[in-house]
């Protein structure tokens, strides 16, 4: 009786371990592999950990190493830091700004449109959220917008990157659901639209309502004359779309898998900064750095993943959580509201790999159990983890405006300017979830 006691309450200790660790400071990886070499010897100790379960670990590391899958997480990277040296936000936002300059909110609504644009080429937040806080918010702040609304319009706008194609948190949740990257980049292309129109609707409404929030930029700044104006439009524009049209198009037509167009963009991306005469050693040299800096931090999430659910699952905690799960009141409903519940309130104080590496494993066997389309779920987490980027303390967008954000703005109103956006993303969700057709659409035209 006393081995079946603790053979249940180990595997829901293992996730308490991790994420006392993680609290704490200490790395995913090693808080994941750590949690599993402890918990191992335990359940050895107890009799209920067969050791035999350990020879599977080199073919499961060998299988990671072997997906092809996982290969576009580099190529998006590497995409996005080149984009980054080549200065296409910085002429994309003031080019956009100067077009809807007239408009109570135009440098509002240009953010929201550049962080979109920016969205559907790199996917990095970290990228987009430097890029307009740097040149966008000293020029919302010196034509008087209000603070909050600043800074939430930028943090948001940044997490785009997320649910708006190519994304590496939707290339993850694709390899954890077990289902095709490119049908989750599909699906996920008119959510990712919608959310960015609600964001600029909302923009839209709070400065009819207060024009003194979000007032149109004066005339003298805005009229640069048409031809410049128009030169402008082509230049910073067009580059941006048309490898948008390649890298989106070629996946959407089914000319390439979403691990080719990634590397179509990579090489898309070092023409546009070489025809821009950023292209460098020195600037290549760092891009490769980032990409290889965070290629291996997710490979070792990735192993020390794999080495903690292999020890979870040896201890029969899959059993005890799919049978927790698959019997909640409510049926699929209760484990769509459970669910979504437990990933938006670990967003406040985890970011999106842990999440998708620690949480995300153990709600597949019960979705799929209960007939979940998994590319609509793949959404609606992809969705749902965009908002782990902006809910305080330790939303990483807030952290990344903090760092470049001019020393007038405080943490407090960084905090409230992001709350109201939240609140847009959680109402996205909720009719996306609502309206599954909003994912199926597209994926169905493909198909």
């Avoid at 049926?331 to 967003?347: D, E, Y």
Wanted: aromatic letters at 10%; hydrophobic letters at 60%; a neutral charge.
């Amino acid at each position: 009786m006393s081995l079946s006691f603790d053979s249940e309450l180990l595997g829901p200790s293992m996730f308490i371990g991790a994420l006392i660790l993680l609290s704490l400071g200490y790395p995913v990886a090693f808080s994941l592999g750590g949690v599993a070499i402890i918990f191992g010897l335990i359940g050895i100790g107890l009799g209920v950990f067969d050791p035999i379960f350990l020879t599977a670990m080199p073919q499961r590391i060998f299988g990671i190493m072997a997906n092809y899958t996982l290969l576009a997480i580099p190529y998006f990277i590497f995409l996005g830091a080149m984009l980054e040296k080549s200065g296409i936000a910085e002429q994309l936002l003031e080019t956009i700004g100067i077009l809807f300059g007239r408009v109570r909110g135009g440098l509002a609504l240009a953010v929201i449109l550049v962080g979109a644009l920016l969205a559907a080429t790199t996917g990095v937040v970290a990228a987009t959220v430097v890029a307009m806080g740097l040149i966008s918010l000293p020029i919302m702040l010196r034509y008087g917008y209000n603070k909050e609304l600043a800074t939430g319009v930028i943090v948001a706008s940044g997490t785009l990157g997320q649910i708006i194609p190519p994304s590496v948190v939707l290339v993850v949740l694709a390899d954890q659901l077990g289902i095709s990257v490119g049908d989750l980049f599909i699906g996920s292309i008119l959510p990712g639209l919608i959310m960015a129109g609600t964001f600029a609707l909302h923009v839209l409404i709070v400065s009819f309502i207060r024009p003194d929030l979000a007032p149109a930029l004066p005339a003298q700044v805005r009229d640069i004359g048409g031809k410049t104006l128009w030169a402008r439009v082509l230049t910073a524009m067009i580059p941006p779309l048309l490898l948008i049209l390649l890298v989106l198009g070629s996946i959407f037509f089914g000319i390439a898998t979403p691990t080719e167009a990634g590397a179509v963009g990579c090489l898309g991306a070092i023409a546009l900064a070489m025809a821009k005469g950023k292209l460098s050693w020195t600037s290549l040299r760092k891009v490769c750095d980032v990409t290889l800096r965070t290629t291996t931090m997710v490979m070792f999430i990735l192993l020390g993943s794999t080495a903690f659910s292999l020890v979870f699952r040896g201890v029969e905690g899959d059993r005890f959580m799919f049978d927790l799960l698959f019997n909640l009141p409510g049926g699929t409903i209760g484990f769509l509201v459970v669910s979504m519940t437990i990933v938006f309130l670990l967003g406040f104080f985890i970011d999106f790999f842990e999440i998708a590496f620690i949480v995300v494993p153990l709600f597949v066997p019960v979705a799929r159990q209960l007939g979940i389309d998994l590319v609509w779920y793949g959404v609606i987490l992809g969705a749902n983890l965009q908002a782990s980027f902006l809910t305080p303390p330790f939303g990483f967008a807030l952290f990344y405006l903090r760092g470049v954000a001019p020393s007038e703005i405080t943490t407090g109103e960084i905090y409230r300017g992001a709350i109201q956006f939240i609140l847009l993303q959680l109402l996205v969700l909720v009719l996306i979830i609502t309206f599954p057709g909003i994912v199926n659409f597209l994926p169905s035209l493909s198909g």
